[in-house]
């Protein structure tokens, strides 16, 4: 499952038991809705906040982040679909 799908946070939010793998899979998408909150609450992402972020999950999580699943991490955390996103990356 990626990382930004937060399917394990919202069944931890559900109030489900998480297994250790689930676990392990919700700090990792934690820490994707809080680097991608914190990178988009100027609302205009800038490409090195996306290599910043990539970065910081490849270190901490030993797994590579696409700029896809980083958008999409960030449409969750704003609560907005991917496409209203459009204009507000800064290449």
């Known amino acids: 499952m990626s990382i930004a799908s937060l399917g394990v ?4 939010f559900g109030g489900n038991e998480l297994d250790p793998a ?3 899979q919700l700090v990792k998408e934690a820490l994707l809705m809080t680097l991608a909150h914190a ?3 100027d609302t205009n ?5 996306v290599s910043t972020v990539q ?3 490849r270190d901490a999580t030993g797994e590579e982040l696409s700029e896809a699943d980083f958008f999409d ?3 969750k955390a704003l609560n907005v679909r991917p496409h209203e996103l459009a204009g507000l990356v800064d290449a």
């Open 9 to 12: 946070v919202l069944k931890a």
């Open 45 to 49: 992402v800038m490409s090195v906040e």
């Open 55 to 57: 970065r910081a999950i």
């Open 73 to 75: 991490g960030v449409a």
């Open 39 to 41: 990178s988009s609450s």
């Open 22 to 24: 689930e676990k392990n």
